[in-house]
Nanobody, 126 residues
Framework: QVQLVESGGGLVQAGGSLRLSCAAS????????MSWFRQAPGKERDFVAG????????HYADSAKGRFTISRDNAKKTVYLQMNSLKPEDTAVYYC???????????????????WGQGTQVTVSS
């Protein structure tokens, strides 16, 4: 089993920045893709950004392009999401997700992910 723990959420003013971290533990491997999703109250869980197993390719939702950057440090078993120029509409619970071992490419479908963190709240005030 793999455990994912997110951190770094909080309250920030519009235009500000936050850096989310997701630390993996347990039966981890480095040959799997990881992504960030978010869910606002009353809305579906949406893909934000994904990164392939070795960090060679990254993928972003249109809402995140140019503002968010996903990265990973396999030695530390940690994935990051740097969020800049935050907007009130970015307010949501942000979830880290990992695909199973051997699934090396990130996808925007939440059904493709085997492991999930508990989420971290990001609130952007106007």
């Amino acid at each position: 089993q793999v455990q994912l723990v997110e951190s770094g959420g909080g309250l920030v003013q519009a235009g500000g920045s936050l850096r989310l971290s997701c630390a993996a533990s347990g039966r981890t491997s480095s040959d799997n893709a990881m992504s960030w999703f978010r869910q606002a109250p009353g809305k579906e869980r949406d893909f934000v950004a994904g990164i392939d197993w070795n960090g060679g390719s990254t993928h972003y939702a249109d809402s995140a392009k140019g503002r968010f950057t996903i990265s990973r440090d396999n030695a530390k078993k940690t994935v990051y999401l740097q969020m800049n120029s935050l907007k009130p509409e970015d307010t949501a619970v942000y979830y880290c997700a990992a695909r199973g071992a051997g699934f090396i490419f990130a996808t925007p479908s939440y059904r493709s992910y085997a492991y999930w963190g508990q989420g971290t709240q990001v609130t952007v005030s106007s």
